[in-house]
Every structure is written in structure tokens, then in C-alpha cells.
């Protein structure tokens, strides 16, 4: 079983900086790509950010620019540096991971409890 617990979501103004952390915890851990969702009132789940156990990036086309990925293998963590962040931003934001179960032998998607982002104007 793996738990992935973020942080660093809170207020910002139009403009601001905001970093999410999110750690990973757990038995044996093993974990492979490592993604940031989010999701505003009324809509879908979007994918923003990914990187994988080698540092290979991706990012959606309306973050890109203003977003870094990265993580910390060693401290299995991965962090969501949010730059020019505008109110469209506003959402609570998901850590995303596929790590490997053990017990079941393969490779599970896990999910954060979320963290709100709210950007004023």
C-alpha cells in the first residue's frame, strides 16, 4: 500500500508563486512515473505535470512555461513549483503516482487526498 500526502496548496494573488510538495510512503516502496492533477468546481480531472524516475517531464499546454516539475527520488517526493500563477489556476490539486504492490504483484495507480489552490485577483 502506498500513501502520497501533498502540501503547500493555500491563497495566492494573480501573479504569485506557490510550491506543492507531495511524499510517498509506504511498505517495500517502489515507484515509477510521478503526476499532478487537478480539478476546479464542476469539472474534470486534468492532468498538469508528469515526471518520471529518469527526470523526463511533461507538462499540459496551460502550464507550460510557468510550471516545473520535479522529484526527489532518495525522499520519494515529487514538487509542483507553480510560477505566474493566474486565477484560472484555481483548483485542488491531486498527486498522482504508479507504484508497484507488492502483495498483487503489479504496478497500481495511487492518489492524494488533494490540496487547494486558490489564486485571487
Known amino acids: 500500500q502506498v500513501q502520497l500526502v501533498e502540501s503547500g496548496g493555500g491563497l495566492v494573488q494573480a501573479g504569485g508563486s506557490l510550491r506543492l510538495s507531495c511524499a510517498a510512503s509506504?511498505?517495500?516502496?517502489?515507484?515509477?512515473?510521478m503526476r499532478w492533477y487537478r480539478q476546479a468546481p464542476g469539472n474534470q480531472r486534468d492532468f498538469v505535470a508528469s515526471?518520471?524516475?529518469?527526470?523526463?517531464?511533461n507538462y499540459a499546454d496551460t502550464v507550460k512555461g510557468r510550471f516545473t516539475i520535479s522529484r526527489d527520488n532518495a525522499k520519494n517526493m515529487v514538487f509542483l513549483q507553480m510560477d505566474s500563477l493566474k486565477q484560472e489556476d484555481t483548483a485542488v490539486y491531486y498527486c498522482?503516482?504508479?507504484?508497484?504492490?507488492?502483495?498483487?504483484?503489479?504496478?497500481?495507480?495511487?492518489w492524494g487526498q488533494g490540496t487547494q489552490v486558490t489564486v485571487l485577483s
Open positions: 509506504g511498505s517495500r516502496l517502489a515507484i515509477d512515473i
Open positions: 498522482n503516482a504508479v507504484a508497484y504492490h507488492a502483495d498483487q504483484k503489479t504496478w497500481l495507480d495511487y
Open positions: 515526471v518520471t524516475r529518469g527526470g523526463n517531464t
